[in-house]
């Protein structure tokens, strides 16, 4: 008796180790027609769909128990390059890049708010975004009086670096993405950020009217992991 029950034990202990484990959730989804690459966490999409030319249509999402819900949408702008994919992407080209990126953290003219979830730093004087291809702080927000980038190189210099207060009215509120900011390959472009719309196209980030993205600098939070996925 003993012998059988061992017998039976062992191959109920083979049988439930053979089975398979329960399917995953799907690592992407599509909103609005653009594909989303998940992240562990993700409740919070804005997509990017662009309409024609370098326009675009814009969209907040927000997952909840009976799945994506559509939260808030505007018109928006990518880059008068247009589209490319985000590793072919090359500085100076005014080109979109592709793909699903993270929406990491905030700045612009104003201090933060209360309602304000996301890291945040106010425009100063010297700050700058470092495009200089020789700088350790590529695509990196870095003030001048701290040194370690050629601020000084003229607008028209390849390796320029961009001054933000000389965009008060598309940097009054600014999201950082993820795009190059990890890897930092040089010459593949800086300065992605989703802002608000300017007079026409963008030198390669997004843009979107200004109510949409102050909404945003409200509405995400980084416990919802919020991601941008730009798409055609």
């Given at each position: 008796m003993i012998i059988r029950c061992l017998v039976a034990c062992q191959l109920l202990l083979a049988g439930l180790l053979l089975t398979p484990a329960p399917a995953a959730?799907?690592?992407t989804v599509t909103l609005d027609g653009v594909s989303v690459r998940l992240r562990d966490g993700t409740r919070q999409v804005v997509t990017v769909n662009r309409t024609s030319g370098t326009y675009a249509r814009v969209t907040l999402f927000r997952?909840?128990?009976?799945?994506?819900?559509?939260?808030?949408?505007?018109?928006?702008?990518?880059?008068?390059?247009?589209?490319?994919?985000?590793?072919?992407?090359?500085?100076?080209?005014g080109?979109?890049?592709?793909?699903?990126?993270?929406?990491?953290?905030?700045?612009?003219?104003?201090?933060?708010?209360?309602?304000?979830?996301?890291?945040?730093?106010?425009?100063?004087?010297?700050?700058?975004?470092?495009?200089?291809n020789r700088s350790r702080y590529y695509n990196r927000y870095r003030n001048k009086a701290n040194g370690g980038f050629r601020w000084r190189l003229?607008?028209?210099?390849?390796n320029s670096s961009e001054r933000l207060r000389d965009y008060p009215k598309q940097y009054e509120y600014s999201f950082v993405?993820?795009?190059?900011?990890?890897?930092?390959?040089?010459?593949?472009?800086?300065?992605?950020?989703?802002?608000?719309?300017?007079?026409?196209?963008?030198?390669?980030?997004?843009?979107?009217?200004?109510?949409?993205?102050r909404s945003l600098m409200s509405r995400l939070e980084p416990g919802m992991v919020p991601l941008i996925a730009i798409g055609r």
């Open positions: 959730e799907a690592a997952k909840k128990a009976t799945g994506w819900t559509r939260v808030i949408q505007s018109p928006g702008r990518i880059g008068y390059g247009g589209l490319v994919v985000g590793t072919e992407r090359r500085q100076g080209t080109t979109t890049p592709l793909g699903t990126y993270r929406l990491l953290y905030t700045f612009g003219t104003h201090a933060r708010a209360s309602s304000w979830d996301l890291r945040h730093r106010t425009i100063r004087a010297g700050d700058y975004w470092v495009q200089d003229p607008s028209s210099d390849y993405t993820s795009f190059n900011y990890a890897a930092q390959v040089r010459n593949r472009g800086s300065g992605i950020f989703l802002h608000v719309n300017g007079s026409g196209a963008t030198a390669g980030c997004v843009s979107a009217q200004r109510w949409f993205i």
